[in-house]
């Protein structure tokens, strides 16, 4: 199942979007364009699914429905989410949210709608809502009482992850006090992700990415997860050289492109939902990057997964492989930003049919109007 089609109204830099989505999603624009958001109303979703998460939680932990509603939205308008679950060219499951806040700025739900196939699940609020205005604080996928015949939706939301690994954090998680399910998705929880893993899907995964590591790193000869005497887990990497043991380093000493690539391996790994992946490309080598999208293809072939991909890189969209249906071109207007699809515009249609790649026929434009400036700029 993957989210085949999604409408975002008054969310974040959003004025307005109804998108389709197909298994493999790059999203390019320039800076503060909106991708990291667009990204963001998945994980909205998957927060709301989340034990221990929910409509408070996910709203607080973003800054409040004030920070989250779009600011070209008027009269304080609800924000609203609505997505279509599908499995090929069937539509199983259509979900829609949407929330403001009260008074005292608490997020309240102003909707929710669910229908599997063509028929309505729930619709929300509704009688017993308007007797008790306080249900208003949570919506019913968070409630396993009340999601149990829309369960599959929950789930299905539940398994939704993002990858952004910052590798100063996955070397020192504890430095951070903060319990943030946002702070997870950079990396404080990897290691302790991978360590309670069992123990054959881990060795098996840890040599596969071993396997894929050495095209990147020569000299890696081994790779795997031991615990210190704290019982801290560690990343080992065994590593060629001269001077016995000298080519044994754990995460500590690991470059930032190899726990960033390592990163990557294990959540194409990990899990059966959407993975959201941002700037994959980042400390990578632009040979290993040109490589990226097939690797994530032959994955999606194996699990069938999902993959949206934030990029700002021509190494990665080079790709031949890559058609304009799976591109969404991000274009910031003088209020909010328009998502298009770059199959649908004309010129560059023209130009994938004479064979140009889809880097190529893109990013022109996507690059800000006046970036030629920036060569006059001077200290």
């Not at 409040?64 to 069937?90: D, F, H, M, N």
């Amino acid at each position: 199942m993957r989210v085949s089609h999604i409408e975002l109204e008054n969310w974040k830099n959003f004025r307005s979007v109804s998108v389709d989505l197909p298994e493999r999603v790059f999203l390019v624009g320039p800076n503060a364009s909106g991708k990291s958001n667009f990204l963001d109303a998945f994980r909205f979703l998957r927060d709301l699914a989340l034990p221990g998460g929910g409509l408070q939680r996910a709203c607080s932990e973003r800054g409040g429905v004030s920070k989250i509603r779009c600011l070209a939205a008027r009269q304080y308008p609800a924000v609203t989410i609505r997505v279509v679950l599908g499995e090929g060219q069937a539509r199983l499951w259509r979900y829609e949210v949407a929330f403001s806040q009260d008074n005292n700025r608490n997020p309240v739900l102003t909707r929710e709608v669910v229908y599997k196939a063509d028929h309505l699940i729930m619709q929300r609020p509704d009688d017993t809502d308007r007797a008790d205005p306080l249900r208003l604080s949570q919506t019913a996928l968070e409630q396993i009482n009340a999601n149990q015949p829309f369960r599959d939706v929950a789930r299905f939301f539940e398994s939704i992850s993002y990858l952004h690994l910052v590798p100063q954090i996955i070397r020192n998680p504890g430095s951070l006090v903060s319990d943030s399910i946002v702070m997870d998705a950079y990396g404080r929880q990897f290691l302790e992700r991978v360590a309670r893993t069992p123990e054959n899907t881990r060795n098996a995964r840890l040599r596969k990415i071993k396997d894929a590591l050495v095209v990147a790193v020569p000299q890696l000869k081994d790779l795997r997860l031991e615990r210190d005497q704290r019982g801290i887990p560690h990343l080992i990497g065994v590593y060629e050289h001269w001077r016995p043991r000298a080519g044994k380093q754990d995460e500590e000493q690991f470059s930032d492109g190899t726990l960033r690539l390592l990163g990557l391996l294990w959540a194409l790994q990990e899990g059966e939902g959407p993975l959201l992946l941002e700037e994959p490309e980042l400390s990578l080598h632009s040979g290993v990057v040109r490589r990226l999208a097939g690797l994530i293809y032959r994955m999606q072939k194996t699990r069938k997964r999902q993959v949206l991909i934030s990029t700002h890189s021509v190494d990665l969209l080079s790709d031949p492989g890559i058609s304009g249906d799976e591109v969404l071109m991000l274009k910031p207007d003088v209020e909010s930003t328009r998502v298009v699809q770059a199959a649908d515009v004309a010129e560059i249609h023209a130009l994938l049919e004479a064979g140009m790649n889809i880097a190529d026929a893109v990013f022109p434009h996507t690059e800000p109007e006046r970036a030629a400036q920036l060569e006059l700029f001077t200290l």
